[in-house]
Nanobody
Framework: QVQLVESGGGLVQAGGSLRLSCVASGRTFSPFAVGWFRQTPGKEREFVSRITWSSGSTNYAESVQGRFSISKDNAKNTVYLQMNSLTVEDTAVYYC???????????WGQGTQVNVSS
């Protein structure tokens, strides 16, 4: 079974940047897609971005379109989330997960905290 570990979070000022990493371990890693989600207290987990593992097709939530960029390194079993022009609304715990072709997200990592100060 796949295990995911997120890293790269921290405290940044509004307008700054962070790059998050999601590293997968397991005997076989070949999901349909890897995605980033975020969650704040009192809110449901929110989709941020995803990338298909085979073709590299990307999608973004409207709230991060033009500011965030998702990428991957298949040889390293790693997905990245480059976060630019950060705002306080981006403050959250960021999680990565995998999705099968049937469309269910799972295999969540432990999350990494992103705090954006004004």
């Amino acid at each position: 079974q796949v295990q995911l570990v997120e890293s790269g979070g921290g405290l940044v000022q509004a307008g700054g940047s962070l790059r998050l990493s999601c590293v997968a371990s397991g005997r076989t890693f070949s999901p349909f897609a890897v995605g980033w989600f975020r969650q704040t207290p009192g809110k449901e987990r929110e989709f941020v971005s995803r990338i298909t593992w085979s073709s590299g097709s990307t999608n973004y939530a409207e709230s991060v379109q033009g500011r965030f960029s998702i990428s991957k390194d298949n040889a390293k079993n790693t997905v990245y989330l480059q976060m630019n022009s950060l705002t306080v609304e981006d403050t959250a715990v960021y999680y990565c997960g995998t999705r099968t072709l049937f469309g269910t997200w799972g295999s969540w990592g432990q999350g990494t905290q992103v705090n954006v100060s004004s």
